[in-house]
């Protein structure tokens, strides 16, 4: 919302922001540091002009209504002044009160007052009054004694404040179901069964045993770890039917982590279905078992038991060979699940939304966002449970809509960013300081980074080096730049992780220390090290060393750059003509700006694959809805919308790309700003089990059509037998098209509904109906469809039996081949990229993943982004998905999209390609090879010209001319080769 300009007030209940996902150790399924991915997002929220963040507060009362909202909020005291307290952590020092720490959820003490962890923001001190003496009635105040800025006051009081807003988004998030509530696991009783987020915290560098998985009975390294899922999940005895979608997952990745900590350890997974639903999870669920020694264990677990003597622990169940079988283990992890936060009831109380049963919100059909209250919005778990970069997504989705309700208000007076003048460097001798960080135990826990730091201050032209524990934290930064002021450093090189997701962060710091922010160079020696070289910890600490040296040499040739503003074409490109293509150019043209639609199809085919169907599994009707958004796209004074079209051609650069449009009988060249590319997808069309050989094999769609055109087919109780995983996790195809199950189990739903006496026979591997749409698998089951699993290593045979079809299959349940009688055999085919997506990604030069749909900048922390500025992708370009979950993530690349419509110029230049005019001969090499077609001759002086604004720095041109003509700036030639020749060959090849 910030980035559109809006002025935002961020409540937090808790002491810093950042909520579950700030006690996470890795994410999955890239196994990348979550606070590495969160801390630069919190540190942008924390710097953003427009942002008020108000922690420790709670929203009270909301009147008015939307567009006029008053909202009472209460904040609770800290007793620090966070505008004074520095986060040095003199106060925590001298406290002599304890309490459990929060942030460890228990498992370590905390001061009464003290930093809520590493990286909070605000990185500020918080005073917990329960644990604090002076609270108590003791005399103490050593905090307020040894406080150098003075910003501790136990005098403050509960604040009431009150601001005007126009729109309110709720995201108060989930929290982990108690395990208590399952006293047969033994938590609470047995010190070594432990929760799932209580082992993130154990694995994790700031955790309790800085990393180093220990046992909570007796602090030895355990070596047979279990894994129990669906505690608190998929449970109808606690009232939680619902699946919580990331259980599977995380306990796979804990698995997957702790192997990566101690090899010895052997991880056992207990499961009832799989669920690896979301993109990439599959292959990351393969590569557990199959890489990394991850077993996994069909079987619900009833009970665990404790010998008292050693605290090992037992568990007993039933095996896949239906045998009864007991194992000791040395710890026993609950994977709980997720309900929403303790204070989501009152919220909704207090904004006057319904919510359902289990206190998660309801939204109208297809409007994932969007509340029963008009002008409130929501996101995140508050919804249902969710991985983080769906929640990511809804989170731009919800800031889209909000900005379309104040489309017509004033926007916030963005103020200009004011940094120091930049210092004069270029005739300076280098002086480098090197900055290296621990990344909690991911650097740290394989590379002695004591040694690299005592090694780079050997090396040429370093005046200062040092580590920091997170580089990227609050404090770590402010250090930094005290360094670079104290020792006048004119170059500075961090290494720590990787600069795609941290360069922008570090050069902030230094335009911030006044450098130029060109002056900064990265070593990846995480991504690039410690990662790769777990197993060799000395060979990682000296290649460590040569990246650090190689950095160094580097640095020392760096120059500070230039960069200019340009305008912005304050109009975007949608390609498709799906439902996400709507939604994304009604959101657009809703906020304000033109919008050019380039539909693939004719207007009878708007809605893409959605138009195919006739209802969702909740029983909402999709063309009426189509019909209705298409009747807003063709009237809407906005968009312009190009049916039958295809974009032949692209170039520019973000703010300013052109195109040229082909449509029946004429072209045109369109300018514009953003782009959207929302191509959608198709359903495979099997060639097994006889599709298009025998009239009565059909696929889910076909059986949805038929069943709401000729409900008759039904009428004679007949048998249907579905097969699952038609075209999906295979061996070429080793995805899940995640929407299968529900499509299966919603058609056998209207069976059922049409009909009771029809026979229905779901054969599966897993049923992966993840969410709140775990219910109606529940309903199904109750409703008489049969369910029969199946391995892939022997799937169902189909054999035609004259009108009817004869269907094999072996029951993993009873060992036992079953031999079905189906009059309609029915395939859950897998969802496919469109066949257009390979034109357009040719033309947009886009990459795709491995699977044929587009690839995103970042799975976790740009899920709606390409790496390419600009350019976003929604729906199923992206990836499988439910109808409005495409909704929802189109509602967010329209969000991120307005990001750069809001603003009238971006500033270009930089890292970009320039001509040595004195050494071009005008060959066109360079025109010829560019992908983005930038290069042009000047024809009055005869040479070649490259735009800045519109040069990609990719080095094509660079690299193809014959008379090196073309450097591309921070790229030049003396600073890569200088690189180069920083590697010590011999020792490398030694090592």
């Given at each position: 919302m910030a980035d559109l300009q809006r002025p935002v007030t961020l409540v937090e209940e808790g002491p810093a922001i950042g909520g579950l996902m700030a006690q996470l150790d890795k994410t999955f399924p890239t196994n990348d540091c979550a606070m590495c991915i969160l801390s630069p997002r919190m540190l942008e929220v924390a710097r953003h002009p427009l942002i008020e963040i108000l922690t420790l507060t709670r929203l009270t009362n909301l009147s008015g209504e939307a567009g006029d909202f008053t909202a009472h909020l209460s904040r609770r005291p800290r007793y620090v002044d966070v505008d004074k307290c520095s986060g040095c952590g003199e106060c925590t020092r001298v406290c002599p009160a304890r309490l459990p720490d929060p942030y460890n959820l228990g498992l370590s003490r905390a001061k009464a007052i003290h930093v809520p962890f590493p990286q909070a923001v605000p990185?500020?001190?918080?005073?917990?009054?329960?644990?604090?003496r002076v609270f108590r009635g003791k005399p103490c105040e050593a905090c307020l004694k040894v406080c150098p800025a003075g910003a501790i006051d136990l005098h403050q009081t509960e604040e009431v404040l009150v601001r005007r807003v126009g729109a309110v988004i709720l995201a108060p998030g989930s929290r982990p179901f108690d395990a208590r509530g399952k006293a047969e696991y033994g938590y609470g009783r047995y010190p070594n069964v432990v929760t799932s987020p209580e082992f993130e915290r154990l694995l994790s560098a700031t955790g309790p045993c800085a990393g180093h998985v220990r046992r909570p009975s007796d602090g030895t390294e355990p070596r047979r770890i279990a894994w129990i899922q669906c505690v608190g999940s998929r449970d109808a005895s606690l009232g939680r039917e619902y699946c919580s979608y990331v259980c599977c997952m995380y306990a796979a990745k804990q698995a997957i982590i702790a192997r990566e900590h101690d090899p010895r350890v052997e991880p056992t997974i207990f499961f009832i279905d799989f669920r690896a639903q979301g993109k990439g999870f599959d292959r990351y669920y393969e590569r557990a078992r199959e890489t990394h020694g991850v077993r996994f264990l069909r079987s619900m677990v009833s009970r665990v038991t404790q010998d008292p003597r050693t605290h090992n622990l037992e568990i007993t169940y039933v095996g896949e060979d239906g045998d009864l079988h007991t194992e000791e283990f040395d710890l026993v992890v609950l994977s709980v699940g997720l309900g929403p936060h303790p204070a989501a009831a009152k919220l909704a109380e207090v904004c006057g939304i319904e919510t359902d049963k289990y206190g998660f919100v309801k939204h109208p059909p297809f409007q994932m966002v969007s509340t029963s209250r008009e002008g409130i919005f929501t996101c995140g778990a508050y919804q249902s449970p969710k991985d983080i970069s769906e929640t990511a997504g809804q989170a731009s989705a919800a800031a889209a809509a909000a900005a379309a309700l104040l489309a017509e208000a004033q926007t916030g007076l963005l103020p200009k960013a004011e940094y120091p003048p930049e210092r004069e460097v270029s005739q300076e001798e280098p002086r480098l300081g090197v900055f290296i960080c621990h990344c909690g135990i991911n650097i740290a826990?394989?590379?002695?980074?004591?040694?690299?730091?005592?090694?780079?201050?050997?090396?040429?032209?370093?005046?200062?080096?040092?580590?920091?524990?997170?580089?990227?934290?609050?404090?770590?930064?402010?250090k930094m730049r005290a360094v670079i002021e104290e020792q006048q450093l004119n170059r500075v090189v961090v290494a720590s992780c990787s600069p795609r997701t941290h360069e922008p962060l570090f050069q902030e710091n230094l335009r911030k220390s006044g450098l130029n922010k060109y002056l900064l160079e990265m070593a990846n020696i995480r991504d690039q090290d410690s990662w790769v070289h777990q197993n060799n910890p000395a060979g990682a600490t000296e290649k460590a060393k040569e990246l650090v040296k190689m950095a160094a040499a580097r640095a020392a040739e760096l120059e500070p750059l230039k960069e200019f503003p340009v305008p912005v074409t304050q109009s975007a490109l949608v390609v498709g003509n799906g439902l996400a293509a709507l939604t994304a150019a009604l959101t657009i043209a809703d906020a304000g700006y033109q919008v050019h639609l380039a539909a693939l199809e004719d207007r009878v085919a708007f809605g893409g694959l959605a138009r195919k169907q006739h209802y969702s599994l909740e029983g909402h009707q999709y063309r009426p809805y189509i019909e209705h958004l298409a009747a807003r796209a063709e009237g809407h004074p906005r968009i312009r919308?190009?049916?039958?079209?295809?974009?032949?051609?692209f170039s520019g650069y973000v703010g300013n790309f052109r195109s040229t449009l082909e449509?029946?009988?004429?072209?045109?060249?369109?300018?514009?700003?953003?782009?959207?590319i929302a191509t959608g997808g198709v359903e495979y069309q099997p060639r097994e089990y006889l599709y298009g050989r025998h009239p009565r094999v059909l696929t889910q769609m076909e059986l949805e059509n038929r069943l709401t055109t000729e409900p008759e087919i039904v009428a004679e109780s007949p048998t249907f037998v579905m097969i699952q995983c038609v075209g999906s996790r295979s061996p070429e195809h080793p995805y899940c098209s995640r929407v299968c199950c529900g499509e299966a189990i919603k058609n056998a739903l209207k069976i059922k509904e049409l009909n009771p006496e029809a026979k229905v026979f779901i054969l599966y591997r897993d049923i992966r109906t993840y969410g709140l749409k775990e219910i109606y698998y529940k309903k199904a089951r109750d409703a008489g469809v049969r369910f029969i699993r199946y391995e892939p290593e022997q799937p169902p045979e189909v054999e035609p039996a004259g009108e009817a079809l004869a269907v094999s299959v072996f029951d993993q349940n009873l060992k036992a081949f079953i031999a079905l009688e189906a009059d309609y055999l029915v395939l859950s085919a897998a969802i496919r990229p469109h066949p257009l997506s390979s034109e357009i990604a040719r033309i947009f030069k886009l990459p795709f993943d491995r699977d044929g749909f587009f690839m995103e900048a970042h799975l976790k922390l740009r899920p709606?982004?390409?790496?390419?500025?600009?350019?976003?992708?929604?729906?199923?370009?992206?990836?499988?998905k439910y109808v409005e979950e495409s909704i929802a993530q189109a509602q967010g690349a329209a969000a991120r999209a307005l990001g750069i419509l809001a603003q009238k110029q971006m500033v270009v230049g930089g890292r970009v390609a320039r001509v040595d005019p004195k050494h071009c001969v005008a060959c066109l090499t360079c025109i010829r090879t560019c992908p983005f077609g930038v290069p042009r001759v000047n024809q009055t002086e005869g040479v070649v010209e490259i735009d800045p604004a519109a040069c990609q720095g990719c080095g094509s041109c660079a690299s193809a001319c014959p008379r090196k003509a073309i450097e591309v700036l921070h790229s030049r030639d003396r600073q890569i080769i200088s690189k180069i020749c920083a590697i010590e060959l011999e020792e490398m090849a030694a090592s």
């Open positions: 990185q500020a001190a918080y005073l917990e009054p329960e644990a604090c826990g394989v590379v002695d980074v004591v040694a690299v730091t005592d090694y780079a201050r050997t090396l040429p032209h370093v005046v200062h080096a040092e580590h920091y524990t997170f580089a990227c934290a609050t404090d770590s930064l402010d919308w190009w049916p039958n079209s295809r974009v032949t051609s449509y029946p009988g004429e072209s045109r060249e369109l300018r514009y700003g953003v782009a959207i709606l982004d390409f790496a390419a500025s600009g350019l976003f992708l929604c729906g199923l370009a992206h990836g499988p």
